[in-house]
């Protein structure tokens, strides 16, 4: 009897309960916010090409990512200034201000002083900005209006246009010039973009201060407890929006070959937009290069349908302002979650 219940096969221990499965909201959950812009870029593009067939092809391609590199330069500094918690509405005529210094330096300082004039006017902006807002505690959005209605004023008091019209060709060498690639040929400003892109998105992630960025704009009262000195950071944050700006005013004439007073209007909704479709919080603490550059591609794509049904500037920017509006309308029903 002993034998039998000796030989008798041990229990097999129940297998452990296992959770629910996730499901496929939590699953998209996982995925960046900054990989969306991208998917929803894609998506458009297709849908462009069903519209009409000769858009969906490789030089059609590059010829809307060109479009929205552009977007994305002009919109790399209001990256900086979203992420800190603040937002930059001087963007349109620092970067005016800064391709007209240019054009009006290079005579006397030659191309590489004049662009470093240029990109140190929209410093200087930037850093007034900052400074207004950190030490008089104003808010961002009346501080940097009144900055750019400032700048248009400097603008039209200082600058002859008629005098303007000689474009450096080394601007179009690094931006409108194309060159071969794979049998495709690619605008110059796109490597240049991106270039610019990986250089800014390590700076926001791999250095402290960049890191202090983020903190400030997730919440400034935490920051300052943690010895964070958080009118420096900001006052920087402004500046390096102001030169970046400034470069993109020198990538635009460059690309375009052209000056106006309003120049840069294109880009006071377009930055804004890139910035909060690439999945950035409007109320700061998040944000990245590389989702600025896919909601500039999906602004980019956006225009292309809306030139495809001849609906012209003004509802490409009215389409912009309502993204904007739905981005906002749903941080204040979310929250910053």
């Not at 209001?78 to 005016?96: E, F, H, K, M, R």
């Not at 700076?203 to 420096?232: C, H, I």
């Amino acid at each position: 009897m002993s034998d039998l219940t000796l030989d008798k096969p041990a229990p097999v221990a129940a297998p452990a309960a296992s959770g629910p499965r996730p499901s496929l909201s939590d699953r998209l959950a996982l995925v960046p916010r900054s990989v969306w812009p991208f998917v929803v870029f894609g998506l458009l593009f297709v849908l462009g090409g069903a519209l009409r067939p000769s858009l969906f092809s490789v030089d059609a391609l590059l010829g809307t990512v060109a479009f929205a590199m552009i977007v994305a330069i002009a919109s790399f500094g209001q990256t900086v200034a979203v992420v800190q918690g603040g937002i930059d509405l001087s963007v349109p005529n620092t970067i005016a201000l800064s391709a007209l210094t240019f054009l009006t330096a290079v005579p006397r300082f030659g191309g590489v002083g004049a662009l470093l004039l240029a990109v140190a006017a929209g410093l200087v902006v930037g850093l007034l900005n900052g400074i207004v807002i950190a030490k008089l505690d104003l808010s961002p959005i009346v501080t940097t209006i009144a900055m750019n209605g400032l700048l248009l004023g400097v603008i039209l008091l200082n600058f002859d246009f008629s005098q303007l019209t000689d474009i450096p060709g080394f601007t179009r060498t690094l931006t409108a010039d194309k060159f071969s690639l794979f049998g495709a040929h690619v605008a110059a400003v796109i490597p240049l973009g991106l270039a610019l892109m990986l250089v800014l998105q390590a700076l926001l992630s791999l250095t402290g201060w960049g890191r202090s960025l983020f903190l400030v704009g997730a919440s400034a009262d935490m920051a300052r407890l943690s010895g964070q000195p958080v009118d420096r950071i900001r006052i920087l944050a402004y500046g390096l929006s102001g030169a970046l700006a400034a470069f993109a005013g020198i990538v635009i004439v460059g690309f375009y070959a052209q000056t106006s007073t309003g120049m840069g209007t294109p880009y006071l909704l377009g930055s804004v937009a890139a910035v909060v479709v690439g999945g950035a919080s409007i109320l700061g603490g998040r944000g990245s290069m590389i989702g600025t550059v896919g909601g500039a591609l999906v602004l980019g794509q956006v225009a292309t349908l809306v030139a495809i049904a001849n609906l012209g500037v003004n509802i490409q920017q009215l389409i912009y302002g309502l993204i904007i509006l739905l981005v906002v309308t749903g941080y204040g029903r979310g929250g910053n979650s």
